[in-house]
């Protein structure tokens, strides 16, 4: 309570050495890179100057390439040898990465052992590499699939060039809602649907998906 109520006294507009908690999150950082970078787009589009949300956005970008793990070929929170490979690691390609790191990213993610469909786990891409030791299929942000991160991760895949990779990905996702409803997230095994139902993000998700 202490944390919300010193940001909205801010109005959410606390710089980073004002802040009581801060979290370099390559999930939400990647999104935000992207989200900068749109609304750049936008304002050229409107023919005003989009310059401090590009600005923004190339040093979002920046910041997630000092997060790149070589081990493991994945961007990663820490720095540790034993980093979970969780698929937030694989989300920088809604950004412009370089074309070396975004081949490794695209690898990772259609890999059968890590993130990919394999015989066991058709549904993908799972939330927590399947080689990870952390890897649970059912268990909260630990394995199951996530119809928005596939979202982005079609974006991410469109941006890389892969539109083989883009029409698999769209095809697998609408078939595992279509199968199994819509939930807020699905075992990778089975596809059965976990969390809640009904889930609107999902939903809003598979409309656009369906629009493509």
Sequence with gaps: ?????????AEYRLSIEEAPFAVGD????????RAEADLAWLWQELGESGANAGARSDSLRNAIEDSWHEGQGLYCD???EDEPAT?????????????????????????PSRFGPSSNA?????????????FEARRYWRGPVWVNVNWLLITGLENAGYPEEVKRLEERTLKLVYENGFWEYYDPLTGQGLGCSQF?????????LCRR
């Design 1 to 9: 309570m202490s944390i919300l109520e010193t940001l909205r006294e």
């Design 26 to 33: 390559v999930f939400l950082t990647a999104v935000l890179a």
């Design 78 to 80: 820490g720095g540790g």
């Design 87 to 111: 698929i937030a690691g694989v989300l920088p390609l809604v950004t412009d990465v370089c074309n070396d790191r975004s081949m490794r990213l695209v690898t990772a993610l259609l890999d």
């Design 122 to 134: 058709p549904w993908y891409p799972t939330s927590v590499a399947k080689d990870d030791r952390r």
């Design 200 to 208: 609107s993000w999902t939903a809003a998700a598979v409309l656009d």
